[in-house]
């Protein structure tokens, strides 16, 4: 094997250590357990990602790339009707929430004390707006968004109403259950939108 696979491989390794850490412990786990969960030095983490904010970014990102977020979302947005592409595209990121939810909310959690974790968190949700706006524009582009909006107002509205925290307080703080809170997003976003 060559040494270019191998490190990718301890890479991936160290990073699925992480997240399980993360998922179990908390975004604040240290390095020297992940260290030793994935069976390496903790200087291998300094070398592979360069540092702790680096590991993290990479931590998410890996997700991202695991669960086929991007490719998700893309396929959604070239739904000809744009009531099922808002749908699907929501369908697609709340399938996504319901993987990412123990490392997410531990990210939210320590983002406003911890600039590795606010770093790696900002990374994603940048990301993501950013597709979402992909999504309004094409909304905008055939003039289906409803009066009022911007495609950018559009796509931070939507970012914001199928936010991560939006999933929690729904199924969480108030017990919906998840279909009931993923049809009525759905609706709610479809309605406000859309014409």
Not at 24 to 45: F, H, N, P, W, Y
Not at 146 to 159: D, R
Request: proline residues 2%; negative net charge; glycine residues 4%.
């Amino acid at each position: 094997m060559s040494s270019l696979k191998r490190a990718e491989r301890t890479k991936a390794e160290i990073l699925d250590s992480a997240w399980d850490l993360v998922a179990k412990e908390g975004a604040d786990v240290s390095l020297a357990t992940i260290a030793k969960a994935a069976g390496i030095s903790r200087q291998s983490i300094y070398d592979h990602f360069g540092s702790r904010g680096g590991m993290l970014i990479a931590l998410v990102r890996r997700a991202d790339d695991r669960l086929s977020i991007k490719d998700g979302l893309f396929n959604a947005f070239s739904e000809k009707d744009p009531h099922t592409r808002l749908d699907k595209t929501v369908d697609v990121w709340l399938d996504f929430v319901k993987e990412i939810y123990p490392v997410a909310t531990d990210l939210i959690r320590l983002r406003s004390t911890d600039p590795d974790a606010a770093t790696a968190w900002s990374d994603r949700m940048s990301e993501l707006r950013a597709w979402l706006l992909t999504l309004t524009k094409s909304f905008e582009k055939d003039q289906l968004l409803s009066k009022g909006w911007t495609a950018q107002s559009a796509a931070e509205y939507l970012w914001a109403g199928i936010s991560v925290q939006s999933w929690e307080q729904l199924t969480i703080d108030c017990g919906w259950p998840e279909e009931f809170a993923r049809t009525h997003l759905k609706q709610a976003m479809s309605r406000a939108l859309l014409v």
